[in-house]
Structures are given as structure tokens and as C-alpha cells.
């Protein structure tokens, strides 16, 4: 089912929960726009009351952001003098959630819609801080703030060791709404925002290599058992479409596979092509074998931009910046991209 989205005139991204840090590096592609180095936060930094030999400003450390296991970007999509913001995903903690965003001055005021990218704690953590945090900036203006979730929420989640290993819980549907959010469950395709941005459906499991999340398991609490889930049925994307460029695609974890995901998005975007992928791919605990097949892929996608993060690997990132020169832009916390 092709969907007719807004050609966007540009997107922009700012990464508030991300696994790494690097303020220092260059952006190492030139059709992307980069900014939270050292240097601008420096430029931006607190003014300083004394004589320091002219020095105007201070680099403060507590005004950088903290990197954790997780994902959350604030997305935000321009086409003349509209705009639209979306928060993708909320990371594994209310606090890094909070600190970040405040480091980063971030105007969440401004967010009118959440998408969880599915039921994992790494991405749904900071949720209700998050909530809290937008609806208070909101103020009086007493905007629906919708939050967009796959219905199957599981009790817990894990994974299979020598024995069971569970994660924390994911905030509830009733929890999300106490905290001041519209909770809206969907399992199919659709667009939001006036359709500047696209949420996906279940991702098709084509490619034979891309099995699911290996010793993956969800509790039922209705049977007492944990119960296997490789499969992660319930991830979905966000992907938008820009102006002479082509879709942009946010993924969480890519559970699915980065490869089938990117068809998927492909097939919904009316015969657009493939132009940015960012997010997690995770691949950082995949056979090389697999990061080979999955670059390979991604080159045979056409793929222009690689803005990989979260759960990627530095196997990964190293074998495209190889087989792909100039694709890869890391996502770093702290960084804001302009595509």
C-alpha cells in the first residue's frame, strides 16, 4: 500500500539519546549539515562575568551531553513555512532523557507526536519523563501530545541466557496516559502530521540472513512462562520523503533488518528512492557474514546517506565506510543534522 507523503524541504534531526559521543570529529559528508561540537557549544556557552583576557565565553562540561545505551531523536520536518516535530523514540532513562534534552536547550515544547519504534526499555524508558517534560512546556495550550504504540505490548521482555534474563518493563498504556499523553495504538501504515511523516505497519521478512533478535524472549504473565520472540513483530520505522532526495528512514533497532526495513520503506514510498537511513541497524553483534550481506544490500539500495547509531557496532560502520565511502555519518548524542 503506497502512501502520498509531503515532499519535505529539509529534516531536522537533533539526537538526544544516542550510544556515543564525539563532539570533536568533522561531519565527513558534505551534503549533511552538523552541528554540537566542542565548538558551538563553546560559541553558546555561558557568559563569563570576569576577566579572562577576553575571553567572552565558557565551555562547560555539564552543557555536553552523557551517551547511554538507547535512542531518541527529535525530528523535525520543514516544507515552506510549515514545521512539524516528532519524537522518535525516548531511550532507557527518564534522567537521560531529562538531562540531555535540557543540556541540549531543546525546545520540546515544539513535539506534537512519539513514536516508540516497539516494546524495548532502551527506547521507551524516558517516556514519561519526556511526556512530562512537553506538556509542561506547552504551558496552556493544552495540545493533544499523541503517542503512537504497537498495541501488543508484551509484560516484560528478555532474553534467553543460561537461563531467562528480563529487562525492565515498558511503561503502560495507562501510566502513558496519567503522564498526559494520547495514546494511540496502531498496527498499519499511516501517516501523521499532515502527511510529512509516515509510520510503518509490520516489516515483511524477506532477506534470508535477517532472523529476528538471536535468544530474544517475552513473558506472558497470563501463562506464567517466558515464551521465545525473536521476531520483534511489533518494531516499526518512521520514514518522510524529501525534495529531490528521496525517503529518509528512522529505525530503532532494526530487529526486522536494516535490509528488509529499508524495502519495506521502498515498496510504501510510491517509487521514491532510497536516500538516508538512520538508527540502529544492529548488526554490532552480528557474523561478519551478515555485515557483509547487509552492506552489500544497502550498496544495491543505492543508498546515499548511512547516519548509523544505537545498536550498529563499530564492525559494522567500519565495513560501510569501506564498501561505501562518504555514506556513513555517525549519529552521535548532542548532534544536530540538517538533511
Not at 565558557?58 to 514545521?83: F, N, P, Q, V, W
Not at 512539524?84 to 527518564?94: A, C, S, V
Not at 526486522?256 to 529499508?262: H, L, P, R, S
Amino acid at each position: 500500500m503506497a502512501i502520498n507523503l509531503v515532499e519535505l524541504d529539509s529534516l531536522e534531526i537533533l539526537v538526544i539519546v544516542d550510544n556515543e559521543l564525539d563532539p570533536i570529529s568533522p561531519c565527513p559528508n558534505e551534503a549533511v549539515q552538523q552541528f554540537g561540537t566542542i565548538r558551538d557549544i563553546g560559541l553558546h556557552g555561558a557568559h563569563i562575568a570576569s576577566n579572562r583576557g577576553g575571553a567572552k565565553r565558557e565551555l562547560r562540561m555539564d552543557g555536553i551531553c552523557c551517551s547511554a545505551h538507547g535512542l531518541s531523536l527529535m525530528i523535525t520536518g520543514i516544507k515552506g513555512d510549515k514545521k512539524h516535530t516528532l519524537l522518535f523514540d525516548t531511550g532507557p532513562e527518564e534522567h537521560v532523557w531529562e538531562r540531555n534534552a535540557k543540556r541540549l536547550k531543546a525546545d520540546v515544547g515544539l513535539i506534537e507526536t512519539i513514536h516508540l519504534s516497539h516494546w524495548h526499555r532502551d527506547h521507551s524508558g524516558g517516556m514519561l519523563k519526556a511526556i512530562q517534560m512537553i506538556k509542561d512546556a506547552q504551558g496552556s495550550t493544552n495540545a493533544d501530545l499523541s503517542v503512537e504504540l504497537h498495541p501488543a505490548r508484551p509484560d516484560f521482555r528478555g532474553f534467553m541466557a543460561m537461563e531467562p534474563v528480563s529487562m525492565e518493563a515498558d511503561p503502560t498504556f495507562e501510566e502513558i496516559t496519567a503522564a498526559g499523553g494520547k495514546v494511540m495504538k496502531n498496527t498499519q501504515a499511516h501517516a501523521v502530521l499532515d502527511e510529512m511523516f509516515l509510520i510503518s505497519g509490520e516489516i515483511p521478512r524477506q532477506t534470508a540472513y535477517e532472523v529476528g533478535l538471536k535468544r530474544g524472549i517475552r513473558y506472558d504473565a497470563s501463562k506464567a512462562c517466558w515464551e521465545e520472540d525473536t521476531m520483534i513483530k511489533d518494531e516499526r520505522f518512521v520514514m518522510c520523503k524529501l525534495k529531490d532526495k528521496g525517503i529518509v528512514v528512522f529505525t530503532g533497532c532494526s530487529h526486522a533488518g536494516v535490509v528488509n526495513t529499508c524495502r519495506n520503506a521502498v515498496a510504501l514510498g510510491n517509487g521514491a528512492s532510497l536516500y538516508a537511513v538512520m538508527g540502529g541497524f544492529h548488526l554490532a553483534d552480528a557474523e561478519a557474514g551478515m555485515i557483509a550481506s547487509t552492506v552489500q544490500d544497502l550498496v544495491n539500495l543505492d543508498t546515499k546517506l548511512l547516519l548509523a547509531g544505537h545498536c550498529t557496532g563499530w564492525r559494522a560502520k567500519f565495513a560501510i565506510e569501506k564498501q561505501m565511502p562518504g555514506c556513513l555519518v555517525p549519529s552521535f548524542v548532542g548532534s544536530k543534522f540538517i538533511l
